[in-house]
């Protein structure tokens, strides 16, 4: 599955006005992100557990 064919998503704590943001894609195996602001820029792609690591340690904070 190329870029082209995921439905990215902002984060839900993502201002209107712009600002810095990521987008998020999933599929069966793997969770990809991406910035918002460099659609063409390189994203990074991490398994679902280790997604699900990040988002619990993020929500810590």
């Not at 992100?33 to 557990?49: C, E, G, I, M, Y």
Request: hydrophobic content about 35%; aromatic content about 10%.
């Amino acid at each position: 599955m190329n870029t082209e064919q995921l439905h990215w998503f902002k984060s839900s704590y993502s201002g209107g006005e712009g600002g810095t943001c990521i987008e998020v894609a999933t599929s069966p195996t793997t969770i990809h992100v991406r910035d918002s602001k460099n659609l063409q820029a390189p994203h990074v792609d991490v398994t679902p557990a280790a997604w699900s690591l990040f988002v619990a340690y993020a929500r810590r904070g």
